[in-house]
């Protein structure tokens, strides 16, 4: 009988979701965001991780097709790029504001969008699903939308119990959840740089999933058993994005920053 393994931490993060500027080339973004804009965040006091996910530019969007959710991504809403930023103390984001402000100001060199995720102390979930020696090969970064109705604690509750089960399967190389505040703008209010988000496009929860190699991703997104999870998760999610991960860069790991980014 499987047996849950448990989440290692329950750590203190936040996500940057970010759109690169549509008058330059986009790989000339992503190599600047890994470039000289990691410099400046890397520097911010206060982080325990800082990771870049990097995403594919193109493609409908991986999560099977389900009954009354939508699966297909946005053309015109499609992220580039994720900041994943893990504190080490709940107050070190007010270490950080020095250094956040020259982030403010370097994001218009790059991004044309930027929007903050958050949650609240405790509510993102790092679980143990790696046998030692056990590398990621390949990932996938799904967005869920919380159904009109549904109540947060519900909902909280369902992707609590799709993560648990997630851990069960045994496909899994690496698993991270996160359940989100309602947004608000003026969390990452950064200038020149758009942080339009109508209600009907916000997000209330992100579902990292980590694999051995793209052919193990491949066979779980298509298995039977998904398409079984994601029938249950419909009644209290309306969206289901999911993305695959082209490049995941850790810049700042432990607490400490690492003088060259690790795959």
């Known amino acids: 009988m499987a047996v849950t393994r448990p989440y290692t931490k329950k750590p203190f993060a936040s996500s940057i979701l970010l759109w690169m500027r549509t008058d330059r080339p ?29 995403l594919e530019a193109t493609g409908p969007g991986l999560w099977p097709a389900t009954d009354g959710v939508e699966t297909a991504i946005p053309a015109d809403r499609r992220i580039d790029g994720v900041a994943e930023v893990t504190f080490a103390p709940v107050l070190a984001p007010l270490r950080g504001r020095k250094q956040t402000r020259l982030a403010y100001k370097d994001e218009v060199n790059v991004f044309r969008r930027t929007l903050l995720y958050a949650g609240p102390p405790n509510s993102a979930r790092w679980y143990d699903v790696a046998r030692p020696g056990e590398r990621v090969g390949a990932r996938v970064l799904v967005y869920l939308r919380r ?90 999610a309306s969206a289901v994005h999911a993305y695959e991960v082209s490049d995941a860069l850790t810049f700042v790991k432990e607490g400490k920053a690492l003088q060259h980014h690790q795959r």
């Open 26 to 54: 986009r790989q000339q973004g992503m190599d600047y965001w890994k470039g000289p804009h990691s410099k400046i965040i890397s520097a911010t006091p206060g982080f325990d991780e800082y990771r870049q996910l990097h």
């Open 147 to 236: 159904r009109n109705g549904v109540r947060t604690r519900d909902f909280r509750r369902h992707v609590d119990e799709l993560a648990r089960t997630l851990a069960d399967t045994g496909d899994l190389r690496e698993l991270r959840t996160q359940v989100f505040m309602p947004w608000n703008e003026k969390l990452w209010d950064t200038p020149n740089v758009a942080h339009d988000n109508p209600p009907d496009q916000r997000f209330h929860a992100a579902l990292l999933l980590g694999f051995a190699d793209p052919a193990a991703r491949a066979a779980f997104l298509t298995s039977p058993e998904l398409e079984r999870l994601s029938a249950a998760l419909a009644p209290s």
